[in-house]
């Protein structure tokens, strides 16, 4: 069992990264956590869907194997694949505020995942501490201009953190953020510097990370997640542009499981309020199977699938 917590936890975040996801996949989302009766934190992109950018990508070892295996073009769709580059990138939020006002009302968390999810994702060690804090600040007013209060959290894209980051989001106030890999809660250190925003990492693979491989398919994925939860707080991240499109059942079917389980279904926020004990952990760049890249792990429990850069 977790140390802060004795109940088993199934921790609910969804990450909303592009127009089309926001557009089609958050309202299939919701019809299925209201049908089971429960809550989960939602992350917007706010600004705009620069899609299309995340092109350059393809240099990356495993980028084009994990387009191919989870077939993202028909994922994402081509017009989405092209939004920034050969079409103009749309405002994600700006232009349908009643999408997320309905997520709010509904009684899901609304946090920030971005204001660029691509900028942030492909650029941020290039990125000052100053236009951090303005795309960030540009997010927190949108969300507080449609919600009427401010956002409490954020999730970083791609799991892409820097001490520059970290900094920035420490002025922030928000009640916690979810920018690692890992196994529990804890208050960051990064290259020997502390930070003081709780970290609640994400400890489940990524759907687009492990479907296609190892025999994993759309009847045994459910069943292979549901084997992989642990006793204590377990935090599963899903995106719009999956889970709430094609994957749809799949979604429904894992919160039955984990339900039939016994694990309770909620918020990332009710696991920040709940925890009583949390240490201090350190933030590593590494890698993990089926994505493309480095990432923000936690060092001092690594997953037997992941291995430290360097």
Known sequence: MSAN???NIFALKVDVDTLQ????GVYPMLEVLAKHHVKASFFFSFGPDNSGKAIMRIFRKGFLEKMLRTKAPSTYGFKTMMYGTLLPAPLIVEENPRIIMDTFREGHECGIHAWDHVKWQDRLPRLSHEEIIRDLTKAKDLCKNILGEQPRSFAAPGWQITPTALAALDSCGFDYMSNTRGTFPFFPIMKQQSFQTL???STLPTM???????GIDDSTIVPYYLSLLKEGINVHTVHAEMEGKSKISQFEALIRGALEKGYRVIPLSQVARSLKNTFRSEIISGFLSGRAGTL???QETIPPHVSQKG
């Open 5 to 7: 917590n004795q109940e």
């Open 21 to 24: 996801g926001y557009l089609e």
């Open 199 to 201: 970290e609640i990492p």
């Open 208 to 214: 687009d990370e492990i479907f296609g491989a190892n």
């Open 296 to 298: 923000a792990l936690q």
